[in-house]
């Protein structure tokens, strides 16, 4: 009997022999990784039903996320890997933008600018806090500081800067009159 049998067959028939002669009976916890993937195709409905009827305790599934955010067992992101698309027409959807999303510099010009303008609203809070009385600790006076370099960067990709002031100032005036 060994700890590391091949299969997980192998591993519940050495459990299965051990019968009355075991000296010392444990209680063992049994768990299938991808299933039963020694008997049947790994991450399969089929293989996780044996490895239960087989009594595994724990099913061990390593989930994925589709693009439209669903989840399901598979045992690798690369199909090439581990399924037969290469042999059927989806293996053109390699080179396409389903896989791979075109570059569109808008889309990365409009990341970089919620992320300044998360950073800006962090600094105003700060500010907040220490008009207060709070004290900031090293790395909270360093957001602050930055505070001038984050505005710089939203007015040089023609960015308006907007503040909490900003916005309750221009909802309260009549327009036109700010």
């Not at 669903?70 to 399924?83: A, G, K, N, Q, V």
């Not at 080179?95 to 998360?118: G, N, W």
């Amino acid at each position: 009997m060994t700890d590391f049998p091949i299969t997980p067959s192998e591993a519940i028939d050495c459990f299965a022999r051990l019968g009355t002669n075991a000296t010392r009976r444990d209680k063992t916890l049994i768990i299938s990784k991808f299933g039963a993937s020694g008997d049947y195709p790994a991450c399969t409905n089929l293989v996780y039903n044996n490895a239960i009827s087989d009594g595994a305790d724990v099913l061990d599934c390593p989930v994925q996320i589709s693009k439209d955010g669903i989840p399901f067992c598979l045992s690798s992101i690369d199909l090439l890997d581990s399924t037969t698309v290469a042999q059927t027409s989806f293996i053109d959807l390699v080179t396409s933008s389903f896989l791979q999303p075109k570059d569109d510099p808008d889309s990365e010009i409009s990341k970089v600018v919620r992320a300044i303008r998360k950073k800006l609203q962090q600094i105003e809070m700060l500010e907040t806090k220490q008009s207060k009385g709070h004290i900031l600790d090293d790395q909270q006076m360093a957001k602050l500081q930055s505070k001038s370099a984050l505005e710089s960067s939203l007015s040089e990709l023609g960015i308006p800067v907007e503040t909490s002031q900003n916005k309750e100032s221009s909802s309260t005036q009549p327009e036109g009159k700010g």
